[in-house]
């Protein structure tokens, strides 16, 4: 029942931006913002639901309609060996939108981690981080994002390891910059002279904190995952078919661009729309947390 | 000043070996090895295999491996040959440069252009109509995935209205028209991303300029808008912005690869993707490492660009300098909404 003082203090103290308030007030108002949101569920509810509503099985094959146009049959036509385009579309939007989510577990996580431990120790750990980054930083990503994808040789579980191991640095130096910041606060002083040990003061007081502005990289990081995804599949070094991803249905339609245009339409309208929302999102957090903690 | 220009010279040196050496480990764990694709062939017979492991010293071990190639690109700067063609990386390489080098300063001018016009419009008419609409674009233009806009491009432009080649490069004659359409598609499609960011990092840097007291003044005198932006803030607008630009150069020498596959543009990103599909080591590594050169050199141009409009950055930290405009990633258009200031 009796709520400790003290941490009521410091709670008053350290009313930075919170997620709660974030998406309480302020959010809702972005109308943008919100209609993206609602967007992007609905396409994520229909891709995990993909059977419930796709007519036909995901590498089912109808011989008679090979790119094909679309029909009353196939609503969006059909591929170049005749499987149904809508279908593979929802189930396209698992793996993508699965690839591009544990891309960002895996990259904000190692972002997190390194970001508060160079932010905590600060010195020569802070110095091996901050090289490790800018090692990061400097490497022509992209390639060897292709080159590691073409090593893994299409398992469809290295991507997001590979994707998430060349996007976590945003994160690190955001998480690092807060804790720099953080540390030097009144209630962090406060905890340490009451004795409160280091791991409770990193995982209780200061990285609740620190990973508030995080949410607004990992959003975008979000589109920037499906984006990279979806190009190393249409190059052919992602995901391999028969799996289907929105990248790899466009490496295929592109040969079918003169019949079956709508095949090469969808999927790439698809993950515009889905990077667009996530984007917007992104946007709509970050207006808001400026503006808290002004 | 050059004793820090000096430092991160040398600093070069360190990465570069870095990234050499996972790219190096990389491509050896290609399913089949380097001479995976000639395994496959019924006509190599065990004993050719062999003797071709040997004869790229592909018998020996992955360390001795790597110290060899080292040598022989650090100490020799040689790229070596190419297992696929048998001809010298870094010949193809300068072969194909002036292809990417063509199709980049056109990007180049195309998102200069319009991401100045877009920057400077939306600063002036902040707030309004015109500044929503182009801060929507540019939200879009950074979403949209780079090879998908290319072939809608190429469908629409060729396929339909045939006002435009499908894709393809011209090299004859100097002013051929011809040469023009075929490289007005894929560079508008490359500059896209590019534009968009621009355009918010102009903006960004107009309306912080115009914070300082310097505009309230000229405000206060009543000049119009238009004149304030070009007489007072562009000066102090345009530098930060141009060192993103810098720093961006290197990302559309290797971000072109998706481009260039799209509309079979003969560059340097084109031969990577070709020289990965046939695991062609030599040449994977050559681009690689000549791109990881060319995106450390260009971070170090604008990094100096950002210390002689700030001086002050050289008394703060070197690490974690503030490089929210370098694109780490290469990827035409993802990475560049993360990077956002």
């Not at chain 1, 960002?104 to 981690?113: D, F, K, L, N």
């Not at chain 2, 790229?56 to 992955?62: A, E, I, N």
């Not at chain 2, 700030?310 to 909404?337: H, Q, Y």
Request: charged share 15%.
């Amino acid at each position: 029942m009796r709520q400790p003082q003290a941490r009521n203090a410091w709670d008053e103290r350290s009313s930075g931006p919170s997620l709660s308030g974030v998406f309480g007030g302020g959010f809702r108002d972005d109308r943008p913002a919100v209609i993206s949101l609602i967007l992007i569920l609905l396409i994520l509810l229909i891709s995990v639901m993909a059977p419930l509503f796709s007519p036909y099985g995901m590498n089912e094959i109808d011989l008679d309609r090979v790119g094909a146009a679309p029909s009353p049959d196939h609503i969006l036509g059909t591929d170049e060996l005749g499987r149904d385009v809508f279908t593979r579309l929802l189930y396209g939007g698992r793996y993508s939108l699965f690839i591009a989510f544990f891309s960002i577990i895996i990259g904000v996580s190692a972002g997190i981690i390194f970001g508060s431990i160079a932010g905590y120790f600060r010195g020569p750990v802070d110095r091996a981080v901050c090289g490790l980054t800018d090692l990061f930083l400097s490497i022509p990503v992209f390639l060897i994002l292709m080159v590691a994808a073409s090593a893994a040789g299409g398992k469809i579980f290295v991507i997001p390891i590979v994707i998430g191991a060349t996007s976590w640095m945003e994160t690190a130096r955001t998480v690092r910059s807060e804790f720099m910041r953080l540390r030097q606060e009144e209630f962090i002083e406060a905890a340490r002279s009451l004795g409160v040990s280091d791991y409770s003061i990193v995982f209780r007081h200061i990285l609740p904190q620190a990973v508030v502005p995080v949410t607004v990289s990992a959003t975008a990081g979000f589109a920037a995952a499906i984006l990279i995804e979806s190009s190393l599949s249409f190059l052919g070094f992602g995901v391999q078919p028969p799996l289907p991803t929105w990248g790899n249905m466009l490496n295929n339609a592109q040969s079918l661009l003169r019949t079956a245009p709508v095949a090469a339409v969808a999927p790439g309208f698809l993950i515009f729309i889905v990077c667009l929302s996530f984007n917007f999102v992104a946007a709509g957090l970050k207006r808001v947390l400026a503006r808290d903690s002004e | 000043m050059g004793m820090m220009i000096l430092k991160r010279i040398v600093w070069t040196i360190p990465l570069v070996i870095c990234v050499s050496m996972i790219v190096f480990s990389m491509m050896h764990l290609t399913p089949g090895g380097p001479v995976g694709t000639l395994a496959s062939n019924p006509k190599v017979t065990g004993d050719d295999l062999a003797r071709i492991r040997e004869n790229y010293g592909l018998d020996r071990s992955l360390p001795v491996q790597y110290l060899c190639w080292f040598r022989q690109v650090f100490l020799r700067f040689d790229l070596g040959r190419s297992q696929v063609t048998g001809r010298s990386v870094s010949r193809m390489i300068v072969e194909r440069l002036p292809a990417t080098l063509e199709l980049m300063g056109m990007a180049y001018i195309i998102a200069l252009l319009v991401g100045f016009a877009v920057g400077v419009l939306s600063a002036v008419y902040r707030g309004r109509l015109i500044d929503q609409i182009f801060s929507i674009t540019s939200i879009a233009g950074m979403s949209v995935p780079v090879f998908w806009t290319g072939l809608m491009a190429l469908y629409i432009f060729s396929l339909k209205l045939g006002i435009f080649p499908a894709g393809g490069r011209l090299t004859g004659g100097g002013a051929d028209p011809g040469r023009f359409m075929h490289i007005i598609l894929p560079a508008t499609i490359l500059s896209m991303t590019y534009a968009a960011s621009w355009g918010r990092y102009i903006r960004a840097g107009l309306l912080d300029a115009g914070k300082g007291d310097f505009i309230r003044t000229a405000r206060a005198k009543g000049l119009g808008e238009w004149k304030i932006v070009f007489k007072h803030s562009m000066r102090n607008a345009v530098l930060p912005a141009v060192s993103v630009m810098a720093m961006q150069l290197p990302t559309l020498f290797t971000g072109a690869v998706i481009t260039e596959t799209v509309f079979s543009w003969p560059g340097i990103g084109r031969l990577f993707y070709e020289g990965l599909q046939r695991q062609d080591n030599a040449r994977v590594l050559g681009i690689v490492v000549i791109s990881s050169m060319l995106i450390i050199l260009f971070n170090l141009a604008g990094d100096l660009i950002n210390m002689i409009i700030d001086p002050r950055i050289l008394n703060k930290g070197v690490s974690f300098r503030d490089r929210s405009g370098v694109s780490g990633l290469a990827v035409d258009s993802a990475g560049a909404t993360r990077r956002e200031k």
